[in-house]
């Protein structure tokens, strides 16, 4: 799914705004990933609100089959690569396929409790599996250092500038979010920006560290029929708010977003 706003001076440029609506588990998905899908439908009404532009196109995605190797994501790059940048028909000042500027991925915005710690019984002694191994259990809350974790591939062709569009987002979440500060890394792993990581600079907005993080077990909901709402906290919901904040932030500064003055007026 896809919904483009078309930009008023620099039309013929794009960013790429986008999540992925499949997930694994058999529950509902609402991290993995639709914590990432509602936050790039809720800045896609935001940004298509009368009397906001932009100078520049946004084209918000919605993938299908990330979890079954990046399907939806690896099938737009190769159908739409080859086409950015071509007024289509001549002359008319109409992009299909704007040139991209950078793609920005939304994948689990809302879990950062930590690394699991053992689970301890009355006495105090660690409780142990069927295999004799210690038990780990997450926090019941948010952790005090809950960050938003913007990624890039240090590997990738488009490294350079992938770092710049990461720390740009750094800056404008310093400024612009409310709650939780953001932190950078360079190791952008298994999510819809790794098609698109060579071609042009992408991002990944996570609620960790992909690799060393989730990977390792820090959301124990990851992939799991406890995947639900029911599970996360009001601190949990804020962390995804906070990364919404900081995209809107950013993209609004990339972009060129204006609010007509007389709209701004009137919903005062």
């Not at 609506?21 to 896609?44: K, Q, R």
């Not at 993080?213 to 992939?223: L, Y």
Request: proline content about 6%.
């Amino acid at each position: 799914m896809v919904c483009t706003k078309v930009g008023t001076s620099r039309p013929d440029e794009m960013y790429i705004v986008a999540a992925h609506m499949d997930g694994l588990g058999f529950g509902e998905g609402a991290n993995d990933d639709g914590s990432g899908t509602a936050l790039v439908m809720e800045l896609t009404r935001i940004l298509n609100a009368p009397g906001v532009s932009t100078e520049r196109t946004i084209r918000f995605a919605l993938w299908n089959n990330e979890e079954t190797g990046l399907n939806g994501a690896s099938a737009y790059v190769e159908q739409r690569k080859g086409l950015q940048g071509i007024e289509s028909p001549k002359g008319s000042g109409r992009y299909p396929e704007p040139r991209w500027l950078g793609m920005i991925q939304h994948d689990m915005m809302m879990f950062d409790h930590g690394m699991p710690l053992p689970k301890l019984d009355a006495a105090g002694k660690p409780v142990l599996d069927a295999k004799g191994q210690p038990l780990a259990v997450p926090a019941a809350t948010q952790r005090r250092e809950a960050d938003v974790n913007i990624e890039f591939q240090a590997t990738a062709k488009q490294a350079e500038g992938a770092q710049k569009l990461a720390w740009h987002f750094r800056a404008a979440n310093e400024k612009y979010a409310s709650h939780y500060p953001a932190a950078v890394g360079q190791h952008m792993t298994n999510t819809d920006s790794t098609p698109f990581m060579d071609l042009v600079p992408s991002i990944s907005l996570r609620e960790n560290e992909r690799g060393m993080q989730i990977g390792a077990g820090w959301n124990p909901h990851w992939h799991q029929p406890t995947d639900l709402f029911a599970n996360y906290t009001d601190e949990d919901f804020l962390l995804g708010l906070n990364a919404a904040q900081t995209t809107l932030a950013a993209l609004a500064q990339l972009a060129g977003a204006k609010v007509d003055a007389k709209v701004g007026a009137a919903a005062k």
